[in-house]
């Protein structure tokens, strides 16, 4: 990778300056989109094989500009971030939330929201959040197969309705909620998405009745708290109580307008949920397959006395590093897309206005010049001055610049919550032979495949 790199990386804009080329390592650009179909992750890593900046041609979107180093990643989150713009398809999926709007509307957004994910306001959360996994833990039984992927799935719903909205999902039941849910993915299923828009594939139909779905829920569930909203924000008791008494406060703002509000939890329904249950299942999946990784995690989490709380969090260092790995391994914020909103030149290539630019935050995650032994999963790494060594973009799971995740603490605090919790009784294995490939699938984010199942075991 990257053998064709300027020593900066980075160019002034130029009108003049040639497209990059397609790449040779995957094929005609006409049979790209086949390609992609079939395998994403995989097509996406062949075409990157020797160069930073490829250029990959898709039915629907047409030539589309993977980025794969982090002076890229820096240029368009942070020091050019102007000239890149969200996608349609962030405002296809939640319309006029956080992670779609631009601008000023953004930067209003952001402001009513950054307090609800303080630390301080986390420290409420906490114990809720070991109380979920708890209830789910109680329905294993020891010897039993369970599919992790829709048990993390269900788990950090659990957890994101019982902490932020007020209001507990039944642990067997609320289908409907948690299969909207998991539509959301459908828009950008690989056999759908490198497609002309205007055809209605079954994916497409699915996601558009799990928006529906969920623009529903997300009514309701304001108007409960509208009822009988709390007297003041000071007293409100978790975020859809503060936003409700917020706005009946006399607090103007575009943010706490009823649309924006329901945008807002569809949002955090699916962003709140699904790149934690990621985390946490290829976490167990790591710490199946390693057992020297595991023997130091159990008896970090045995050392704890009791459950673990948020006050145990600065003393599991080797849970923090397990989730710090996982992250870099398996990132579920695999690629951030962006738009450019004028030409721009990078690496000697000029990518024309209004075209697709895809930040590979998977291929810098395992980029040999960043990281020894990248395909490796060794928490270890981090034990030292790693992230002072490498570069600011070269580990970006939660993205970079001023749109960082803002529900990033939430997620960091109950992933390290949940996997202590859930250590401490349960070890679960993978049943059977070694797997040749991490069972992986990529939509909007990259989780693991439905269906793949572990056997929990007492310890």
């Known amino acids: 990778m990257g053998a064709d790199r300027p020593a900066d990386g980075i160019d002034s804009d130029r009108t003049d300056a040639p497209l990059p080329p397609y790449p040779s390592t995957v094929g005609h650009h006409l049979t790209h989109t086949v390609h992609a179909m079939r395998d994403v992750l995989g097509f996406r890593t062949r075409a990157m094989a020797e160069r930073d900046l490829v250029r990959i041609h898709l039915l629907g979107p047409g030539d589309v500009y993977h980025l794969g180093h982090p002076d890229h990643f820096e240029r368009v989150l942070l020091n050019d971030r102007e000239k890149f713009r969200k996608s349609d398809d962030f405002r296809i999926a939640f319309e006029g939330g956080l992670v779609a709007v631009e601008g000023e509307t953004w930067q209003r957004q952001r402001d009513v929201l950054q307090p609800l994910f303080t630390r301080d306001r986390l420290v409420e959360y906490a114990d809720g959040m070991v109380e979920q996994v708890r209830r789910r833990q109680r329905r294993w039984t020891p010897g039993e197969r369970i599919d ?255 749109r960082r995740c803002i529900g990033r603490r939430f997620a960091l605090m109950e992933a390290k919550l949940a996997l202590a919790t859930i250590g401490r009784e349960y070890h679960l294995a993978w049943p059977g032979a070694e797997p040749d490939d991490p069972p992986l699938l990529a939509g909007m984010t990259a989780r693991m495949a439905p269906g793949t199942e572990f056997r929990v075991e007492s310890r």
């Open 148 to 402: 992790l992927a829709a048990e993390s799935s269900d788990l950090t719903l659990d957890v994101l309705f019982a902490t932020l909205f007020g209001r507990e999902l039944a642990v067997d039941g609320d289908e409907e909620i948690r299969t909207a849910a998991a539509h959301l993915h459908h828009w950008f299923a690989p056999t759908s998405y490198p497609l002309p828009t205007w055809i209605p594939t079954p994916a497409r139909r699915r996601f558009k009745r799990g928006k529906r779905r969920l623009q529903g829920v997300a009514s309701d569930l304001l108007d409960e708290k509208a009822e009988n909203p709390p007297a003041s924000p000071q007293e409100a008791d978790d975020l859809l109580s503060l936003l409700v008494a917020l706005r009946q406060s006399g607090v103007e703002s575009e943010a706490l307008r009823d649309d924006r509000l329901r945008d807002q939890v569809v949002t955090m329904i699916f962003a709140g949920h699904d790149t934690t249950a990621t985390t946490i299942a290829f976490a167990c999946y790591a710490l199946a397959h390693h057992p020297s990784v595991r023997e130091r995690f159990h008896a970090e989490v045995d050392g704890l006395d009791g459950e673990p709380t948020l006050d145990d969090l600065d003393d599991l260092p080797v849970t923090e590093r397990i989730v710090t790995e996982t992250l870099r391994c398996y990132p579920p914020v695999y690629t951030i897309p962006r738009e450019t909103t004028t030409d721009v030149t990078m690496d000697g290539y000029r990518i024309p206005a209004g075209d697709p630019v895809w930040l590979t935050v998977d291929q810098v995650h395992a980029d040999p010049r960043f990281y020894d032994d990248p395909e490796t999963f060794r928490p270890s790494r981090w034990d030292g001055s790693l992230r002072e060594c490498i570069p600011d973009f070269a580990y970006v799971p939660f993205g970079g610049g001023p």
